[in-house]
């Protein structure tokens, strides 16, 4: 399939295995948590491949150099609650002076439109690269609301990392938002008619959390 430029989908082979762990029913909540949280981090170690380094000089115990760091604030990760919180932790993982800010959204089971119930992000994100993660980029409307108000709320640069995506929902999304880069481990041709990705892997927040 012919993606948008903005989709990238990771083919590590770590992160493929580790998506048909994922997918398959008979993982566990616990291993289908740890999967999630490993691979965030190797999705967010992607999806920070181009951050901005600027060199500072320190000593080594052997010799002073100059050493490259990170430049600007600290990122800061926002999940879509509720599911996005395990991506997040793996996302944490890989950068643990991360700020976190949040957002809450849910489907309208009837209309499959994305309804918000909680917002709350750092005051400067204006200043700060901004990872977004929900495990599920299907008919991509909690997406393109959470980064709807994000932008709204000043953020700049915007990166949106899933574990998997629709055709439908990813498409959707780079057509509303073409700039902000999406980091994905796969995207699956189909949705059924309850907006749930085909083969996929079921309702990441119900196995996620036990409540299936």
Do not use: W
């Not at 115990?61 to 609650?81: S, T």
């Not at 489907?107 to 200043?127: C, G, H, M, N, W």
């Not at 700039?179 to 309850?194: Q, R, W």
């Amino acid at each position: 399939m012919s993606l948008p430029h903005s989709i990238h989908v990771v083919s590590h082979p770590l992160v493929q295995h580790k998506l048909s762990k994922m997918r398959d029913k008979e993982t566990s909540s616990a291993n289908f948590r740890r999967l999630l949280r490993e691979i965030g981090l190797l999705l967010g170690y992607d999806a920070t491949k181009d951050l901005a380094l600027v060199n500072q000089k320190i000593e080594t115990p052997i010799a002073a150099m100059d050493a490259p760091l990170l430049d600007g604030k600290k990122l800061v990760i926002v999940p879509i609650l509720r599911a996005g919180l395990g991506l997040a932790e793996g996302l944490l993982d890989l950068m643990p002076l991360a700020r976190q800010g949040h957002v809450g959204l849910y489907r309208d089971p009837r209309t499959l439109q994305a309804v918000e119930y909680y917002f709350k992000i750092p005051q400067d994100i204006s200043d700060r690269d901004v990872l977004v993660c929900d495990p599920m980029l299907a008919t991509a409307h909690s997406a393109i609301a959470a980064v709807d108000r994000l932008k709204e709320s000043g953020a700049k640069r915007i990166k949106f990392i899933c574990i998997l995506g629709s055709e439908t929902g990813a498409r959707a999304f780079a057509e509303v938002h073409p700039d902000v880069p999406v980091f994905a481990a796969a995207i699956d041709a189909k949705l059924n008619d309850h907006g749930y990705i085909v083969p996929g892997l079921g309702d990441a927040g119900d196995r996620l959390f036990g409540t299936r």
